[in-house]
């Protein structure tokens, strides 16, 4: 696979099991493609940093909503963390060093940056990946509460978590337990890539939306529509072989697709039925 550095990197990374991905490294690897001169260990030092200064303003008791708390007041109050609600599709709130830099995220970049300061303090905490809007929450027993990242940390319950799908879908929306459930790391980095393929789709940033995709595609590699859209992608960019290549295994995956018909039309019109 030829590779740039960033990228080899990242694969390296993700090579291994998934609990061993080491979320901000990958996630920097990722920005590294946007920001070739990027310093990942700058980085990593500089959660090191925020860890070491939170330790000191801990409380003496571990209970988990005191520790919750002293995180907010650290990440929020003191460092100014905020959710991006000006300009949420900004590139740059889905980028790690640019959060880390501006303090300015989404949703599930800002709970990396939770996440990565709480497991250096030893507080274990977990990614849910609720629909439109990613979460954490301790992963602690009996605990059953969860932290949005976006707005200051704020504690919410299961009760909560329904109403705030409502307010984004715009309709009722009854809570399923898979809206809840915990996400591995490959999931994180998937979501955290699709959020970018999506940003750059949308400002027709093929270039960037095709690395994007491809990255999906080294995390999971056997997802059908990430496989039609890297086709579809490159089929706009003249990158003909490729796209008939990707078609072609879409429609063998899946034959009754929705959008076949189409497909066998795109790839009539290249020459290959």
Not at 106 to 118: F, K, M, N, Q
Not at 219 to 233: A, C, H, M, Q, S
Request: overall charge negative; some cysteine.
């Amino acid at each position: 696979m030829n590779f740039s550095s960033a990228r080899q990197y990242f694969y390296q990374e993700i090579q291994q099991a998934d609990e061993n991905i080491d979320l901000a490294k990958a996630a920097l690897y990722i920005a590294q493609e946007e920001y070739p001169k990027l310093d990942p260990e700058e980085y990593l030092n500089a959660l090191d940093t925020m860890a070491w200064e939170l330790q000191e303003r801990l409380p003496d008791s571990r209970y988990p909503l005191r520790i919750v708390q002293s995180i907010n007041q650290y990440l929020y109050d003191d460092l100014k963390f905020s959710g991006n609600e000006i300009d949420y599709y900004d590139p740059r709130n889905s980028f790690f060093n640019d959060v880390i830099d501006r303090r300015l995220g989404i949703p599930i970049t800002l709970a990396l940056v939770y996440l990565e300061v709480a497991r250096r303090i030893d507080f274990p905490m977990v990614g849910v990946g609720m629909p439109g809007h990613f979460l954490i929450r301790p992963d602690v027993p009996d605990i059953e509460i969860f932290v949005d990242a976006f707005n200051g940390g704020e504690i919410i319950f299961a009760q909560d978590c329904e109403e705030l799908l409502s307010q984004l879908y715009q309709r009722p929306v009854s809570l399923q337990p898979e809206f809840l459930a915990v996400v591995s790391n490959r999931q994180f980095l998937a979501r955290m890539l699709t959020n970018i393929k999506l940003i750059y789709l949308k400002q027709q940033e093929l270039e960037k939306t095709l690395a994007a995709i491809e990255r999906i595609l080294l995390l999971f590699p056997n997802l059908t529509l990430e496989l039609r859209d890297r086709g579809l992608i490159s089929y706009q960019l003249g990158r003909y072989p490729q796209a008939v290549n990707d078609l072609q295994n879409y429609l063998a995956a899946v034959p009754e697709a929705q959008d076949a018909s189409m497909i066998r039309r795109l790839l009539t019109e290249l020459g290959k039925d």
